[in-house]
């Protein structure tokens, strides 16, 4: 069991991942907005710009990327959730892979990381994840990850990933810090319990 299937379970129950699915929609329905991580992707590049959505879960964000002209692939370790995805989007194209050792054989213009994908990698993973993300973003494309930076951020007992550590895994791997938010919609990052960071591979 990963740590992200102990930490599902333990917040969410066994269902996890259509109770998961299930609160997005009801979001939704109640009329919130719930494509953040989309409309970032839409304000750095233009469909049908290729985008690799790794640790998609229930593919919300491919799948509002893919409706938007983007040429997206999901990826993700965890089967529960990709039945969901391809329950909601079957004619995407999902992968069932582990991000510190997947080669899709193919690279994207941004590399997407979102849902606390970082501090829910297996551990001692993030140097290994780093060059596999580099590997998959084209020469001067980017890698886009949004995760929390101190419990309150974080579901269950996740552990904290550092941001000096995940810039140095991503420096090691041909990484390049870019830019910085708080926000997926573009807040300058101010030091808080969340970060959305931009890396650029070196061309």
Known sequence: MTL???IARETTGEDYAAAYARRFRALAERG???HGEAALVNALVEPPARVLDAGCGTGRIATRLHEQGYDVVGVDVDSSMLREARADAPELDWREADLATFDL???F???LLAGNVIPLLEPATLAATARRLAAHAEPDGLVVCGFGL???HLPGDCPVTPLDDVDAAFAEAGLVPHERF???DGAPYDDGGYVVTLHRRLA
């Open 32 to 34: 919130q907005d719930i």
């Open 150 to 152: 101190d419990a309150d």
């Open 109 to 111: 213009d941004v590399v």
């Open 182 to 184: 708080a926000t997926w």
């Open 4 to 6: 992200w299937e102990r």
């Open 105 to 107: 054989g193919r690279t």
